[in-house]
């Protein structure tokens, strides 16, 4: 099949998208990003260009223009996994004898770590005036994802018989439908008592343990807002977002506990197992840190 980019979308781009979705069986949403990245791409081609012609300095020319324009390094890395996975496709269809994008190298992307907020700035944070539903819900939020250091989906994703008030323990079903259990500490175990018995009186779709007033399970981006909100309401003068008080939980128990493996586990980290050759910390070790740690794992909290 020849290559005419210059009467629209490469006709192998379309062969492509086809690979992708019928051999490779990538997902939807993989196959749209693919196929996004590609096409931006041919808007740079000088007119005589065709994928099946380009060279190595012709791509790294394009992606420059691209860093250039504004792309991120993170959106560049995905540009460039993009058309390095094009032409692995070209290759195996003998299209090409080499792929011009195999020793590419993208902008390196900065990893600065979020900025956590102090002891204080959370604990003012959780000290709202909860005098309504909406608020008592949004108070139990905010400790559990302090107190459990839980990534939004976590949270979101949770029923009420995950909580297991007996044992102070939450059950998560982390990435990779990985489940593993947290402590949860006893000001949160406090604030979720009093929403569930405000949550009886609702009429609920579902098992969710975080509902609107309707019955329906907290949305993600409702969270979000709702956290901003509380944020703004406690004059913090920071965003509050689910990943800082993530990354607060997990900073504030390495500066008392100093056990990276503990906090690591409590977080669910996935590369814990496949980074390391050891035994698999038992929860009762678990929680010996995390109560020993953890600013309110006991009650009263921080002073």
């Not at 693919?34 to 096409?39: A, H, I, N, P």
């Not at 004059?235 to 977002?241: A, D, M, N, P, S």
């Not at 800082?244 to 493996?261: C, N, V």
Request: charged fraction near 25%; proline fraction near 3%.
């Amino acid at each position: 099949m020849a290559d005419n980019v210059s009467s629209g979308t490469s006709p192998w781009l379309i062969d492509f998208e086809r690979y992708l979705k019928t051999e490779r069986q990538v997902s939807a949403y993989t196959v749209r990003n693919y196929l996004f990245e590609l096409k931006r791409v041919e808007t740079l081609f000088s007119v005589n260009d065709s994928w099946l012609d380009l060279q190595h300095e012709s791509l790294q020319a394009i992606l420059a223009k691209l860093h250039r324009q504004g792309l991120s390094p993170r959106s560049l890395s995905l540009t460039l996994s993009s058309i390095k996975q094009f032409f692995d496709f070209l290759l195996r269809e003998q299209q090409i004898s080499v792929n011009p994008a195999l020793n590419l190298r993208s902008p390196k992307q900065g990893k600065p770590l979020p900025k956590n907020m102090d002891i204080d700035s959370v604990t003012h944070l959780l000290e709202i005036d909860a005098n309504d539903p909406l608020s008592y819900r949004d108070k139990a939020i905010m400790e559990l994802f302090y107190s459990s250091g839980l990534r939004l989906a976590e949270l979101a994703a949770l029923d009420v018989v995950d909580i297991k008030f007996s044992q102070a323990q939450v059950k998560v079903l982390g990435k990779g439908s990985k489940e593993r259990i947290v402590p949860i500490g006893k000001l949160a175990l406090v604030a979720i008592t009093q929403w569930l018995d405000i949550r009886r009186a609702i009429a609920c779709e579902d098992d969710a343990l975080f509902v609107t007033a309707k019955g329906r399970r907290l949305a993600h981006r409702s969270i979000q807002a709702r956290l901003a909100k509380w944020g703004q309401e406690q004059t913090l003068g920071i965003k509050v977002h689910p990943h800082k008080l993530r990354h607060s939980f997990a900073t504030h128990m390495l500066e008392s506990s100093a056990d990276l493996r503990a906090v690591q586990e409590l977080l669910g980290h996935a590369n814990l197992s496949t980074t390391q050759i050891y035994t698999s910390l038992d929860f009762q070790h678990l929680a010996k840190v995390y109560d020993g740690a953890h600013p309110r794992a006991k009650k009263g909290g921080h002073k």
